[in-house]
């Protein structure tokens, strides 16, 4: 378990924070997407990327021509992740609310070698659908110098989340109202064959996997 800092300790409804690797692996290993904050220019920017976990580092990438990803490296930087599980309907406006899971981690980007590029790569590929590095056409020197990956070390981080039902005061489950969850899921529809696509290839071996997967949408 990693011990909070004074930036990760969460102190509104504490007992929802949590600072357990396996936590903060399990979001990250189930989003496909994250925030990642920081200061340019005098300002905040928050840019939504793709992220992979590999080990206890997150990849993010962008072009090589972003000198605004480039400018965080060794700076201070917040990457953040949610994951919506149900609305919380409660018998009133105010105890509305949601089951979540979120990870907030705070760290300074280091900027990957040319050596580690194709692998963070791969991982990339593979966070996005199992298998598919193995399929495709893997990146051309050209393509690697194009691209600036950055590496957020998993130290300073913290995990909050809420589950359960809704929370009303005493009094108000009396009311004629309806209250409970509705949960909600992430789910990929079924692929859809580019335009350009030659006749004859057919549906290759991890998307068949993945169309058997409770995430594909009927």
């Not at 409804?13 to 949590?18: A, S």
């Not at 903060?24 to 920081?38: K, M, P, Q, S």
């Not at 928050?46 to 072009?63: F, Q």
């Amino acid at each position: 378990m990693a011990a909070p800092s004074e930036r990760t300790r969460v102190r509104r409804q504490p007992t929802r924070g949590h600072y357990e690797r396996s936590d903060a692996h399990a979001i990250l290993d189930e989003a496909w997407f994250c925030h990642l904050g920081f200061v340019h220019d005098g300002g905040p920017v928050v840019v939504p990327t793709l992220h992979a976990r590999v080990g206890e580092e997150v990849y993010v990438h962008g072009s090589a021509a972003s000198r605004t990803l480039r400018s965080i490296v060794g700076r201070d930087a917040c990457l953040t992740v949610t994951l919506l599980d149900a609305l919380v309907l409660a018998r009133s406006a105010f105890h509305h609310s949601a089951n979540y899971r979120s990870l907030v981690v705070f760290g300074q980007p280091r900027d990957v070698g040319d050596a580690e590029k194709e692998r963070a790569l791969e991982a990339f590929s593979e966070r996005l659908l199992p298998g598919r590095w193995a399929a495709v056409r893997g990146p051309t020197p050209t393509e690697l110098k194009a691209t600036t990956i950055l590496a957020l070390p998993l130290e300073e981080f913290s995990v909050k989340a809420r589950e359960g039902p809704p929370s009303d005061d005493e009094p108000d489950y009396e009311l004629d109202v309806w209250a409970g969850l509705v949960p909600v899921e992430q789910r990929v529809g079924r692929p859809v064959p580019d335009p350009a696509l030659r006749a004859g290839i057919e549906l290759p071996s991890h998307l068949r996997r993945l169309f058997a997967s409770r995430r594909l949408r009927q």
